[in-house]
């Protein structure tokens, strides 16, 4: 950790899953990785809904994402916050393997505050298509919504408003 005093929000983390895990269906395993962090010392401020969306890009041979977006307040840095995200991941059974792959549990740093870091070194911030997925917009929208991407200056409605078309989803 670093820094002192509180932490502050503006922090936003995607949960998606499409497989079970040893912790259940795919909302069980959001559910209990809501848990893990929250038991992480790291704050939920806000969550959204749940959401299903089929798979993108659009495959038929996977099922689909039950998908949400938080925010949280820690004082980890975003590179110790994705690593801890990727322990949970790994700990309901995700394997890294093949570009959108189906898995059980999927944890994104969606934005960290104003921060940015077009890469090559991970987290990259803000995460690099989440302005062209539903299933990251919908459910910030429903958390936060007069929040403005930090490169292109839209407001999340806006992002919505200019989706590719295709992208099925629905609240759970």
């Known amino acids: 950790m670093t820094g002192g005093g509180h932490p502050s929000g503006g922090i936003y983390i995607g949960l998606g899953a ?57 004082h980890l840095d975003p590179a110790a916050l994705l690593a801890l995200l990727q322990g949970f991941e790994a700990l309901s059974g995700r394997v890294r393997s093949v570009a959108n792959a189906a898995r059980p549990l999927d944890l994104d740093i969606i934005a960290y505050r104003e921060q940015l870091n077009p890469g090559p070194n991970p987290p990259l911030l803000p995460h690099p298509r989440m302005h062209e997925r539903a299933f990251v917009l919908l459910p910030l929208q429903a958390i936060a919504p007069r929040w403005r991407h930090p490169v292109l200056g839209r407001s999340v409605a806006s992002l919505i408003a200019t989706l590719p078309a295709g992208q099925e989803i629905r609240l759970v």
């Open 18 to 74: 499409n497989l079970p895990s040893a912790r259940g269906d795919p909302v069980d395993t959001l559910e209990a990785a809501l848990g893990d962090i929250a038991g992480a010392g790291i704050t939920l401020l806000r969550r959204s809904p749940w959401y299903e969306s089929a798979p993108v890009p659009r495959t038929d041979d996977q099922p689909w994402y039950v998908n949400g977006v938080v925010e949280v307040a820690t």
